[in-house]
């Protein structure tokens, strides 16, 4: 169990703003989604920093998939639970608002002004080479966020969860099955200890 | 024939808050992303979109930086109501979830002793895992159609992910020098 144990933290106005940075910046390079910066995420807030255990990690990122809504809402809880990590309500609130405005105000203003330009411009071959040399590089990192999450939650040595995430992978590629199932089935898993 | 033809007529929502309301009322509905409803509410029910405009659009909003369905709700919020429309879009989408997920977290805290609730966790884990392998494999399949040859496409793909997944190399260090060579090679291949 000492591996779940939340770190406590005491975080001065440095380590927030370090925070806030690294979000803006993990921001411009989310080409593909933030959950394809979830690996840098990681690597910042558990392995780097430890303002976050791997299992906090990895439950921020489960929990936010088991809600209604974007799944950007993880970054959300990842702030929430650093500011709880350093000890009060009010320190969670500050770190979820410094969390989502960092992950989404560069974005929303590059998103705003550019997406116009590139909608009416869409046959220039510039805006084609940047979509066709981009792809396998966004395909790359989300698949890597899939591997770190995977093994997050496994500490390593989990057969049965690394079949489950692979079956799931398989349904959902192959299937038009609903998530909502998969995740139903794969709490009850986990639920009876089965994985 | 372009069905995109925008003189071809379709509703429109009537107002910023209109859009407020249907972004909350679909993300409501999406579970482990929110894609899959807005094509279906947005395109197949309320008609405000082509199916075409649908896929261009998704195609940009992926490009750009940031949470797809976040960027999606920006430019169309933004192409029918401007700036307010934008922020309307966007706050429906994320307003309510929000508060849902963080209820959902301050409960889990009270039960996170309880290994059912642990395990449970650990379950759902896996299966995100799996749902985020699935978007990256659908989306290998668009692989086909790109200008660069498919070799290139794979090596690229998996020089990102052994970088990222094994090195465990900053995103920093990994995404300009590689999103840079597929652009300039991309650049090359459309020419002439």
Known sequence: ?195 | MSSSDSTQPHPLPASPGALFVAFTLLALQGFGGVLAVVQRELVERKRWLTQDEFVEDWAVAQIMPGPNVVNLAIMLGARWFGLRGALAAMSGLLALPLLLVLALAVLHTGFREQPQVAGALRGMAAVSAGLVAATGLRLSTALARNPLPLPWCIGLAVLAFGLLAWVRAPLLWVLPPLGLSGCVLAWRRLGG
């Open chain 1, 1 to 195: 169990m000492s591996a779940q144990l939340a770190p406590q933290l005491v975080l001065g106005w440095h380590d927030w703003l370090g925070l806030f940075v690294h979000f803006l910046m993990l921001s411009l390079l989310s080409l593909g989604g933030a959950i394809s910066t979830t690996a840098d995420m990681q690597r910042y807030l558990v392995a780097d920093k430890g303002w976050l255990s791997s299992a906090q990690f990895s439950e921020s990122v489960a929990l936010a998939q088991a809600a209604p809504g974007p799944n950007v809402l993880f970054v959300a809880l990842m702030g929430w639970q650093v500011g709880m990590n350093s000890g009060s309500v009010a320190a969670a609130f500050g770190g979820m608002v410094t969390a989502m405005v960092g992950i989404l105000l560069p974005s929303t203003i590059v998103t705003y002004q550019v997406a116009q330009w590139g909608h009416r411009n869409r046959e220039l071959r510039a805006v084609r080479a940047f979509k066709a040399g981009m792809a396998p590089i966004v395909i790359g990192m989300l698949l890597a966020t899939a591997w770190l999450l995977a093994t997050a939650g496994a500490a390593g040595h989990s057969v049965p969860l690394y079949l489950l995430a692979g079956t799931s992978c398989l349904l959902i590629w192959r299937t038009r099955l609903h998530i909502l199932w998969l995740l139903g089935a794969g709490a009850l898993l986990g639920m009876f200890g089965i994985v």
